[in-house]
């Protein structure tokens, strides 16, 4: 009976699981009305569950966000925006699905100007990126930001767009002035905004972008300067060239999510494909394969070129739910007019942890326990074979008790031998003369095949003579053999 509870149990976890698992939804309230000041980070949550978890993704007034989206992030359960431009707002979608359905979260996200804010650019004190000391200890200018200040000699291809930040503190606030081969930019080239002023973009970059730009940071304490070199290279009509080391090897767990990133560079937009290598074998599991060399190649779906900021397309290649048939070599091919680039890398799917179990057959679920179906066979295979060795243990004692009596009914039936007579010397010694050839007479038929003696080991005999003298002086005589086991 526990063995049937626990199987009652186990079947009753199975249908929980199931009907657990559905479409995703929203698992707390949200406010889809957002309102954030220029400049300050946003992040907009997706608080979506579901089983399986879902794939979520975002976009931006019917626009997809991706990693070619330099300020934008898409986190687990979240889309972060930092230095918030007033550009940025407008509608936000978070959609996520699963193999069971799909659910969408708006956003409405409105950018605000800061209330202190003037027409010149200059804050009140008491801005937190941007403090005062209250005591009027003047504060020579710094820069805030240098991790993002490294880099001071970029080169983007015609079209594409470049930041340039110079973030920066002190007391008075300072002011910042953009200046290019030392001439100053015009307030249009710089961008509206007193946020927007720390940082200089440049959009549709053109040959004649090229050059030197200088920030220049002062207050009444003192004053900082950095310099960055721009050159803007000329598009050359050559075949697509793969950047960076992706795509490389990786490792997934069995039933895990994984990708694979290609990074091309190329004068127009190119056709960026991937393939995964058909292993020996396994020709007949695709309905077309290519052959590349030796070898012969499936082509998988490819999803959205996105066009990133410095002027090289990115792909990315998703694998959800890894199995073992998922392991392999995958190649991603980057073309155009020009001509083809690729490059290889392995994914390896580690083994399923979980043991495959043989579910249990629903028959013996609905019958009696195993221990009851083991021992009605073994017990009755018992009993008939005692049975049967009972049966053999007595025919062969019936077969030797046979022989025995058939043996001894034949010796008893022959007649009887006949007695001498007795010598004339009386009746003593006629007797005694009678018992002697009685016991030879005996022994001499236990030599000549009577087997009683081997099944009896102690034969016991017992003789009387009777004698009987008539009036006419006759003598007669009985004799009375008995025998005794």
Known sequence: MGHLWICLLICEIILLSDCARGPPHVAEKIAHRQTVRIGRTMKL????????????MWAKDGRNIHSGWMRFRVLRQALRIKEVEAEDAGTFICKATNGFGSVNINYTLIVVEDASTGRDGAGTAGDPEYPTDLSGKLVRPRFTQPAKMRKRVIARPVGSSVRLKCTASGNPRPDIVWLKDNKPLTPEEVGEGRKKKWTLSLKNL???????YTCHVSNRAGEINATYKVEVIQRTNSKPILTGTHPVNTTVDYGGTTSFQCKVRSDVKPVIQWLKRVEPGDENKYNSTIEVGDHGFVVLPTGEVWSRPDGSYLNKLLITRAKEEDAGMYICLGANTMGYSFRSAYLTVLPDPKPQHTPIPTATSHSLPWPVIIGL?????????TVLLWFCQSKRHCSSGGVVTAQALTALQR????????????????????????????LAQGGSGLVVPKVYPKIYTDIHTHTHSHMDGKVHQHQHIHYQC
Do not use: H
């Not at 007695?419 to 004339?424: F, G, I, K, L, N």
């Open 45 to 56: 949550q997706c608080p979506v569950e579901g089983d399986p978890p879902p794939l979520i």
């Open 206 to 212: 053109t040959p004649e972008n090229s050059g030197k």
């Open 377 to 385: 066979p073994a017990g009755l295979v018992f009993i008939l074979g």
């Open 415 to 442: 007649p009887p031998p006949r007695v001498p007579a007795c010598p004339p010397s009386g009746d003593k010694d006629c007797l005694s003369y009678y018992m002697t050839q009685q016991q030879q007479l005996l």
